[in-house]
């Protein structure tokens, strides 16, 4: 590559090369799409506590069926930041002392994550060696 685009006697190899690596290619169109192999995703709930998936038509009001963890409090609520004002992102008139015990806030919302699905065999450590030892068989 030279250090200065001054026209010389270099350029024209330069043409011949461009002329070259441009060369006619199918229309995208007639290729067809493309079908991405993304992972799904899936919504849930995770307890605040223990990291249980909670089951989609859980009580809000209720707790969680292993660790016993109320889940109408600060903790598992979505508008939950310990960087905001009050703890909470959302406008309320004062704070709320205990953030894992149970309260009565009306913007209360269940923390809902999206998570990329996954099949439990994937993450089984013998895959991964079958896998490589299958590389060398003949």
């Given at each position: ?14 043409r011949e090369k461009r002329e070259k690596r441009e060369a006619p290619r199918a ?68 704070r709320i002392a205990s953030k894992d015990t149970r309260n009565n806030c009306p913007l209360y919302a269940l923390r ?27």
């Open positions: 590559m030279r250090k200065y685009r001054q026209p010389g006697y270099q350029d024209s190899e330069q229309p995208r169109e007639q290729l067809g799409p493309k079908t991405p192999q993304m992972p799904g995703r899936r919504s849930l709930s995770r307890c605040a506590q223990c990291g249980t998936v909670l089951p989609p038509s859980i009580d809000a009001f209720g707790q969680c069926p292993k660790c016993g963890f109320e889940l109408h409090s600060c903790k598992q609520c979505a508008h939950f930041d310990v960087a905001a004002r009050f703890e909470c992102t959302q406008a309320i008139p004062e809902v994550s999206v998570e990329r699905e996954t099949s439990p065999g994937a993450l089984r450590p013998d895959n991964a060696r079958r896998a490589f030892e299958n590389l060398f068989k003949k």
